[in-house]
């Protein structure tokens, strides 16, 4: 099933950007000696190699359904989103730290000023239209919805992390202008190592709220609430269905929902009856939601579907 187009955009304004900023950073770095330059560097290049592996989870997120993974390969997107978390504190914010101690420790004034506020200034050009794109997508699917509460909600990774990356990005770039005019202006290189151990603290931050949110996806969360709110509806105004219990509903990927109706039916109904009213609550449900890839009914008494949430711990 293809993503939405609007989230592969969101991943190719970044890798772009970032590439260009990147290679900018390292020649101004290279030129400039500076610790901050060199640090928001590897912070791009990091950046860089997460778009490709954002890429490659919605490449593989895309394949059909098969024996092996009946249900299809949306959580590779989770799986590649929660190495991406991994790799933003580990290279980024290990790098970051490690070249800012050092810094500190043998502080040596930074050079050709001019060239690495040129980059500074043309990468925040960069990551700002990045930014822009990530967010518009953003705002286009949270609703009317906080940004926090949407960032908590959401099932689809990509926009969300390119997101917080970019503006981990925007965040480290005003530390690292902060730290470089400090440095030449105070004439303390320390602050130039000072402005990196700020950058690695952004990258931590960050990779601590992607690896919490992606992990969630990847162990498995329930599907939005109105899906399964949709389902008891449809199946409470079936002639066939005494009285639809509840219902359970899992994430499989960002456009593939699984969910268990516990039902209990009218007694007299027959088999063939029975199978002609999953078909039709089924059916109505994915004419609205059609990333529901399957709906699993289990005939139960409310008494026994009660007693069994309750042994989950959820007395409703």
């Known amino acids: 099933m293809a993503k939405p187009s609007g989230s592969r955009l969101v991943v190719y304004a970044a890798l772009v950007g970032n590439l260009c900023i990147a290679i900018a950073k390292f020649v101004a770095a290279g030129l400039s000696g500076s610790s901050a330059m060199l640090s928001e560097g590897v912070h791009s290049l990091v950046d860089t190699t997460n778009e490709l592996l954002l890429l490659y989870g919605l490449h593989r997120a895309d394949k059909k359904p098969d024996t092996v993974h009946p249900f299809g390969y949306g959580r590779e997107l989770y799986f590649w989103s929660f190495i991406v978390a991994l790799l933003v504190f580990a290279a980024g914010a290990g790098v970051s730290a490690y070249e800012g101690i050092q810094h500190i420790r043998n502080p040596e ?60 990005a925007l965040l480290g770039l005003a530390f690292a202008a902060i730290g470089l005019a400090a440095a030449q202006w105070l004439d303390m290189p320390v602050l130039d190592g000072v402005a990196s151990l700020c950058i690695a603290g952004v990258l931590a931050a960050t990779a601590f709220l992607l690896a919490r949110e992606t992990k969630g996806l990847l162990v498995g969360e329930p599907a939005h609430p109105h899906v399964a ?35 209990e039916f009218e007694d007299e109904r027959t088999t063939p009856q029975i199978e002609a009213c999953i078909t039709r609550i089924e059916r109505a449900v994915k004419q609205e939601y059609p990333e529901l890839v399957a709906l699993f009914v289990k005939p139960q008494t409310p008494e026994v579907y009660r007693a069994r949430r309750a042994a989950l711990g959820d007395p409703g």
């Open 109 to 168: 004034p930074a050079t050709n000023h001019t060239v690495s506020y040129v980059v500074l200034g043309i990468s925040f050009l960069f990551e700002g239209v990045s930014w822009w794109v990530a967010l518009r997508e953003f705002r286009a699917t949270k609703g009317s919805q906080g940004y926090f509460e949407a960032f908590r909600r959401s099932k689809d990774p990509t926009t969300f992390t390119v997101l917080l990356e970019d503006s981990a």
């Open 229 to 263: 709110q949709r389902i008891m509806a449809v199946a409470n105004t079936d002639a066939d269905l005494r009285n639809a219990n509840g219902v359970t509903t899992m994430q499989m990927g960002p456009d593939q929902v699984v969910a268990m109706l516990s039902a």
